[in-house]
């Protein structure tokens, strides 16, 4: 509880403002990291993509497969962070 009865009626308009202000942030930080989730998810597609389709003799196979890798951990770190954002809403 932000205030107590006793408090001054400013202290509670203070209070309900910054609880506003907290939701507003956890919207942005929700939308921002859908962002992220969707380009490392593009990211994960194209080299993925490239790893499977790589040239015959291998050459650049190894280094699609690590960045794929990493956009995939990108990627499910961010939806995780969203579900932890919105759990606590």
């Known amino acids: 509880m932000?205030?107590?009865?006793?408090?001054?009626?400013p202290l509670r308009y203070y209070c309900a403002l910054v609880s506003e202000m907290e939701k507003l942030v956890k919207i942005i930080a929700t939308i921002a990291l859908?962002?992220?989730?969707?380009v490392a998810g593009l990211?994960?597609?194209?080299y993925s993509l490239c790893t499977f389709t790589g040239a015959p003799n291998g050459d650049g196979?190894?280094?699609s497969?690590?960045?794929a890798l990493v956009a995939l951990a990108a990627m499910l770190g961010a939806v995780w962070?969203?579900?932890k954002l919105?759990?606590?809403?």
Do not use: E, Y
């Open 65 to 67: 497969a690590l960045c």
């Open 2 to 9: 932000c205030g107590a009865p006793f408090l001054a009626r």
């Open 86 to 89: 919105r759990d606590n809403w």
């Open 61 to 63: 196979r190894m280094f």
């Open 81 to 83: 962070l969203v579900r």
């Open 34 to 38: 859908s962002l992220i989730a969707i």
């Open 43 to 46: 990211v994960f597609a194209g």
